[in-house]
């Protein structure tokens, strides 16, 4: 994905989300991501397992796990639970450090 040194992926994810209806949650962004990865990832020859998303300065990093495989091996590792166990998930999911 094409990436602004400004403005992160923002253009790309409003571009997808233009598609969309104006009230529709950003939950949806892996959907559209998923949907459109061969426009997005044009050198790749399948969807990309796991996909960072830079939405600075609306919204924090964001990792997408598009496979269940994937997810579970960043949860299970001891080096990624170790990483995980250093964040304070508060209020709504959102990570503070």
């Not at 997810?71 to 590792?77: M, R, V």
């Not at 995980?84 to 450090?97: A, I, M, P, S, W």
Request: a negative charge.
């Amino acid at each position: 994905m094409t990436h602004s040194l400004v403005f992160g992926h923002l253009p790309i994810i409003m571009k997808l989300m233009k598609a969309m209806p104006q009230d529709t949650h950003p939950n949806y962004i892996a959907q559209l991501i998923l949907e459109n990865w061969e426009t997005l990832f044009p050198d790749c020859t399948t969807c990309p397992g796991i996909v960072y998303v830079d939405l600075w300065p609306m919204g924090p990093p964001t990792i997408f796990s598009e496979f269940l495989a994937k997810s579970s091996a960043l949860l299970l590792e001891p080096r990624h639970t170790r990483i995980l166990e250093t964040y304070d998930f508060g209020k709504g999911g959102q990570v503070f450090r």
